[in-house]
């Protein structure tokens, strides 16, 4: 069983920068597919991107150009660097790792954007 740890969330003004890592209890090299989701209170999860076992990398609309995903499977880490933050982009961002018909997800770290 993949345990998976978010970190690097915190409280940043609007137009500011973070990075959030998502660091895997084993070597994430056989894992298909990574990804980050999202949610707010009194909404459902929502996708944010994902990124293939060789590196493809996809994005929600709403993030696009914005932020990017990426994946060391050397640190068995994935990353997501968000640029240009907004407001909506409030949330507790969990990360996801799919392997062999099996969800893992991580506790989730709060991201706050306010002035």
């Known amino acids: 069983q993949v345990q998976l740890v978010e970190s690097g969330g915190g409280l940043v003004q609007p137009g500011g920068s973070m990075r959030l890592s998502c660091a895997a209890s084993?070597?994430?090299?056989?894992?298909?597919?990574m990804g980050w989701y999202r949610q707010t209170p009194g909404k459902g999860r929502e996708y944010v991107a994902h990124?293939?076992?060789?590196?493809?990398?996809y994005y929600a609309d709403s993030v696009k150009d914005r932020f990017t995903i990426s994946r060391d499977n050397a640190k068995n880490t994935m990353y997501l660097q968000m640029n240009s933050l907004k407001f909506e982009d409030t949330a507790v961002y969990y990360c996801n790792a799919a392997r062999d018909y099996t969800q893992y997800w991580g506790q989730g770290t709060q991201v706050t954007v306010s002035s």
């Open positions: 084993e070597s994430i090299r056989s894992i298909n597919l």
């Open positions: 990124i293939t076992r060789v590196g493809g990398a």
